[in-house]
């Protein structure tokens, strides 16, 4: 099990994002605690109210909501029931067990997760210390429920978030198929929550793929000179379609700022996949005398790997970006090595494809093993096979040639001298 914390300043954009989940048919809500009456039967104003009842108690606490998601492994295989066994168990354990809190189960991803809206705001007023709650009581209460309920351990584990949680495969946003908003939300926070990623360009590469796009204005203009970030829908041809919706009006606010503090995170993130990128582009070489571009690319999209290569208005190819979605990464070229830069990736190719013959592969690995074993013969200068085997016979044969001619040329002389006498 994998918990995550959310602190915000608006419970009553978390509800809303819940909701709409809700009316959608990709959630439903699962449990209520601390609200008196029919939950079913409450509208979102009073749901809202119940919440916003205890935080006007203190006003001065500006940061008063908490979104808490509990991821469970694909192997988990959990009844409503015991998701709300476990729910309560786990807040109760971290001190949120007297607190009005709405539970909803998501169907957005392939694995069971649940997400947990709540204020941090007494009945008395007072505030609950969400800081260092992760070590302090959210650590200790995963172990114990997982023990509890027998449920995949994430401890252990290389990363504890390595457990097979995962978001559902992500389709390309279609305008007017579904409501913008809900639209671009639902993909930013799955690439957010998923893609490890290092640049807003290398963010939009991504985003792009489902025909979003991350946009800060144009030059000079006052939205770009405050930091400013709008995302938009965009065509297949990449013109962006529909109202653009602020950054700030989408939850978990993936601002230019806060997309920043991911930046410097995953820079290291993603380097125990560089290799691996390398290797799968090596690999496509391999298979080709001679390569096209569209062959290339082609070939990588069947590792789940899709290349872009950045031109600007005149069409000169300055850059090039791959993109991993096996292992959620993003590299330039730059970032792998001059090797896998846009110039010497299109330095390797041809205007023809010429595949290496399979039959060709066969001949050669025998080869290389008959050639393994160590000889301490003194190897030849050359790889002329015909000229080592001939040469094999030449020692015996070649004095022998000479010797006689001599002979017989010396007799020849010694009559020659007695005739003259």
């Given at each position: 099990?994998?918990a ?15 909701e709409?989940?809700v ?10 605690s ?6 079913d039967?409450?509208?979102?104003e ?6 916003e009842h ?6 001065r ?5 908490v ?6 492994d694909e ?6 029931e015991?998701?709300?066994?476990i ?5 109760e ?6 607190q009005p809190y ?13 997400h ?8 008395d007023?007072s505030?609950i210390d ?13 172990i114990?429920l ?10 252990g ?8 949680i ?9 305008y007017?198929?579904?409501?913008t908003k809900?639209t671009?939300t639902n ?8 893609y490890k990623f290092t640049?807003?360009a ?12 991350a ?21 297949e ?6 109202i ?19 930046f410097d ?15 799968a ?9 001679a ?23 005149q069409?000169?190819t300055y850059?090039?970006?791959?993109i ?5 990464t993003?590299f330039?070229?730059?970032d792998?090595?001059?090797?896998y ?18 039959e060709l592969k ?14 301490y013969l ?20 070649a004095p ?7 002979k017989?040329?010396?007799k ?10």
């Amino acid at each position: 099990m994998v918990a995550r914390f959310v602190n915000g300043k608006n419970i009553r954009g978390m509800l809303h994002y819940n909701e709409n989940k809700v009316a959608a048919g990709e959630a439903r809500l699962l449990l209520a605690s601390g609200f008196a009456g029919e939950i079913d039967k409450f509208n979102m104003e009073q749901k809202l109210q119940r919440f916003e009842h205890l935080t006007m108690l203190n006003t001065r606490v500006k940061t008063n909501a908490v979104h808490i998601t509990l991821n469970f492994d694909e192997q988990d295989k959990l009844s409503n029931e015991q998701l709300q066994q476990i729910t309560l168990s786990y807040m109760e354990r971290i001190g949120f067990g007297d607190q009005p809190y709405l539970v909803y189960k998501h169907h957005d991803a392939a694995h069971t997760h649940v997400h947990i809206a709540t204020i941090n705001i007494k009945p008395d007023g007072s505030r609950i210390d969400t800081h260092g709650i992760g070590w302090k009581l959210s650590e200790p209460a995963r172990i114990a429920l997982e023990k509890e309920f027998e449920l995949v351990q994430a401890k252990g584990r290389k990363n504890s978030n390595t457990l097979n949680i995962k978001p559902a495969n992500l389709e390309k946003a279609i305008y007017g198929k579904t409501p913008t908003k809900r639209t671009i939300t639902n993909i930013v926070n799955a690439v957010m929550g998923s893609y490890k990623f290092t640049s807003l360009a290398e963010f939009n590469a991504i985003l792009k793929q489902f025909n979003v796009i991350a946009d800060r204005g144009s030059e000079n203009t006052l939205m770009r000179e405050k930091g400013g970030l709008i995302y938009s829908l965009i065509s297949e041809k990449g013109q962006q379609v529909g109202i653009p919706i602020k950054a700030s009006a989408i939850y978990n606010k993936p601002t230019l700022a806060n997309l920043q503090k991911e930046f410097d995170k995953n820079i290291e993130k993603r380097k125990q996949y560089k290799d691996q990128l390398k290797e799968a582009i090596e690999s496509v070489f391999k298979q080709y005398d001679a390569i096209t571009k569209n062959t290339f690319i082609a070939e990588l999209q069947k590792q789940h790997i899709n290349v872009v290569f950045r031109v600007n208005e005149q069409g000169y190819t300055y850059g090039i970006t791959y993109i991993d979605n096996h292992n959620k990464t993003v590299f330039n070229g730059s970032d792998l090595g001059k090797t896998y830069s846009a110039k010497a990736i299109l330095d390797r190719f041809s205007t023809k494809d010429k595949q290496v013959k399979p039959e060709l592969k066969k001949e050669h690995k025998p080869i290389l093993k008959r050639n393994a074993p160590k000889t301490y013969l003194k190897p030849p200068q050359q790889t002329n096979y015909l000229s080592l085997a001939l040469a094999k016979y030449q020692p015996e044969a070649a004095p022998s040639v000479p010797r006689k001619k001599k002979k017989r040329r010396s007799k020849e002389k010694e009559q020659d001298q007695v005739l003259d006498l």
